[in-house]
């Protein structure tokens, strides 16, 4: 048997889900409303050389399992748990140990100091968030296929702003296999 609720319990609620007091099912803010939206463009751009795209060499010990390059692709990231579509140049590749023993931490250590060496910041590392995830069901992006499924993982994403565009570098790790996916996009900045 369903009970329902009094008339004026609902509404009650219609009221304040109107003033903002609660918010509906589904509907989750990634981060307080009063705190500033992430913007990648307040990061100084890098003063240090950044290569040739990808602009990220495999660390020693660890080679790719066949690199995938597109001109042109779509890419979520998630700085400070705010989702965004990063478009452009894409490039991914499976990581692996190159003959030795797999070493996940040795891997996240060196990519991570080649990329901060870059003038590139850490701007998430967790689960995907949940806007993330509702954004794949919805239009199940090419991106998807090359992470398998991405619900297990842990993302590790990076930005490294250069005067023209943004470099996002996402690590995906943490589940359970020998392998790492490292994704890179570089976004032209929009004058």
């Given at each position: 048997m369903m009970r329902r609720f009094p008339t004026t319990?609902?509404?009650a609620f219609i009221c304040m889900l109107f003033a903002g007091a609660v918010a509906p099912v589904g509907l989750v803010h990634a981060q307080d409303p009063n705190t500033p939206a992430f913007d990648a463009q307040a990061f100084a751009p890098a003063e240090q050389d950044i290569g040739e795209f990808p602009?990220?060499?495999?660390?020693?010990?660890?080679?790719?399992?066949?690199?995938?390059?597109?001109?042109?692709?779509?890419?979520?990231v998630f700085p400070k748990g705010e989702l965004h579509v990063a478009t452009g140049a894409y490039w991914h590749a499976d990581i692996f140990a190159d003959g030795g023993e797999w070493n996940e931490l040795l891997f996240l250590r060196g990519i991570e100091q080649q990329i901060t060496s870059m003038g590139g910041h850490r701007v998430f590392d967790g689960s995907m968030p949940e806007a993330g995830r509702k954004m794949i069901d919805e239009n199940a992006p090419a991106f998807?296929?090359?992470?398998?499924?991405?619900?297990?993982?842990?993302?590790?994403?990076?930005?490294?702003?250069?005067?023209?565009?943004?470099?996002?570098?996402?690590?995906?790790?943490?589940?359970?296999?020998?392998?790492?996916?490292?994704?890179?996009?570089?976004?032209?900045?929009?004058?």
């Open positions: 319990c609902r509404l602009h990220v060499s495999i660390p020693a010990g660890f080679r790719d399992g066949g690199a995938k390059r597109l001109s042109l692709a779509e890419k979520y998807v296929r090359d992470l398998y499924d991405p619900a297990p993982y842990r993302f590790r994403q990076f930005l490294i702003h250069a005067e023209d565009r943004l470099i996002w570098i996402e690590i995906g790790y943490g589940y359970n296999a020998e392998m790492i996916d490292l994704t890179v996009v570089e976004e032209e900045i929009a004058t």
